[in-house]
């Protein structure tokens, strides 16, 4: 019913910015949470931020102030602008969107569509 396909992952140096793209097609029209996850090696994968259809957001504390979520609804594209980054956000990066409006970051098992990820890594 929806895919999602992560772009724009690659290697920076610390201190370095990245920006994400998640192209999602099929019956859009029903996301009305989309978010972005990560996980690093040999950890579970972890919310990041989201954003609802009404744009508002919310973001896990490790990446405020860094991060930004966005979306431009005509082109269905969600964006994740990653500035200031450090070693420890190394991991693969996925995009998830889901049907329900999202409250609070919610778990891996609540988001309905995955992308297949893209690999940010950061080094020192």
């Known amino acids: 019913q929806v895919q999602l396909v992560e772009s724009g992952g690659g290697s920076v140096q610390s201190g370095g910015s990245l920006r994400l793209s998640c192209a999602a097609s099929?019956?859009?029209?029903?996301?009305?949470?989309m978010g972005w996850f990560r996980q690093p090696p040999g950890k579970e994968r972890e919310g990041v931020t989201h954003?609802?259809?009404?744009?508002?957001?919310r973001y896990a504390d490790s990446v405020k102030g860094r991060f930004t979520i966005s979306q431009d609804n005509a082109k269905n594209t969600l964006y994740l602008q990653m500035n200031s980054l450090k070693p420890e956000d190394t991991a693969m990066y996925y995009c998830a969107a889901d049907y329900r409006w999202c409250w609070t970051l919610r778990p891996r098992t609540e988001y309905q569509y995955w992308g297949q990820g893209t690999q940010v890594t950061v080094s020192s």
């Open positions: 099929g019956y859009t029209d029903s996301n009305r949470c």
């Open positions: 954003i609802n259809d009404d744009g508002s957001t």
